[in-house]
């Protein structure tokens, strides 16, 4: 049953508390915006097995979503095959969504001659997607506030796991930063499966608030990587 809300919004529209529109959100938080927020139309949609491109907001791969996309875009990337990227530049607040019923139906793999899948360097949310990584890491977070919700992150284990982690953070947050513009990365059930770490941090953040679910076949985490 949805729960019906009712304020203000300034613009742009759905600005919310972590830094970009997120029509996604818009949807689970007031079911009257469900329409608006939820319309194919309104989104940017990936679909390899589209034949006619010339049909707006309907791009072949992901890279090219992604530079057509305006920041608070949400692009969702359709279910079924495999989505090929490899280090793709993300400079602007987008959420890309897996538009399966669960992340197993929609995966990202990177190739061994990539350091990462996906390359973050501004506010974005990651949600229902599995993203998997031959060698280097799923997900490089350069700067901005990462979330990643109900995701599946793959690695090699063997050989050479020294060089495979699920995700990598070289960003870096002075002290006095205001908390809405401070680097970070949250993560929320999600799985994380091989690789050396879960997380490899090179510049100043931390691992924070740790919780770990242990199932009979996988392991589901919740923690947060913030500055100290």
Known sequence: MGVSC???VSSPPFQFSFGFADRHHAALVCHRWHFLACHPRLWLRVDRSVKDLSEPGVYPDIE????????GDTVLIAAGGIHQTSNIQIKKPLCLI??????????LICSRDSESALEF???CKLANLTVRAELGCCLLHRSGRLTIDGCILQCESNPLDHLSHAIVTTATTPDGIPPLQKNCVSVMRTRIEGGA????TRGTLSLKQVRVICTRTSLFFWFNVDHH
């Open 197 to 200: 770490t879960a997380v490899l």
């Open 98 to 107: 897996g538009a399966g019923e669960l992340p197993d139906d929609t995966t």
């Open 6 to 8: 009712s304020f203000s």
């Open 121 to 123: 360097m501004s506010t």
């Open 64 to 71: 090219t979503a992604v530079c057509a996309a305006r920041p």
